[in-house]
């Protein structure tokens, strides 16, 4: 073994590690990136949940006032039956 074949594997190696770590680095870097990306989209999905149940809760008690309001008991037309007339 000459000693140019000694620094040509070793330049090899040393190629192989400079490319591997930046792969790796890169890799953790998107990784991250990812991981914070979805973390803003869950938030805002979290937040926009809330507030499709509050909507959805108010527009469940706007129909039960109205089936009340339609009830027989309240003569049909939300108006009550008055015994005091």
């Known amino acids: 073994m000459t ?4 620094q ?8 192989l590690i400079l490319w591997s770590t ?3 680095g890169a890799v953790v ?4 990136r990812i ?6 989209i869950m938030a805002d999905f979290n937040t926009k949940h809330e507030a499709n149940l509050q909507t959805v809760k108010a527009l469940e008690t706007l129909v039960i006032r109205h089936d ?6 309240f ?6 039956t008055s015994r005091h007339s």
């Open 75 to 80: 003569n049909g037309y939300g108006k009550g």
């Open 35 to 40: 991981g914070k990306a979805k973390e803003e």
């Open 68 to 73: 009340v309001m339609l009830n027989s008991e």
């Open 22 to 24: 930046t792969l790796a």
């Open 29 to 32: 870097w998107i990784v991250n």
């Open 8 to 15: 040509a594997i070793f330049a090899g190696v040393t190629l």
């Open 3 to 6: 000693p140019g074949l000694f």
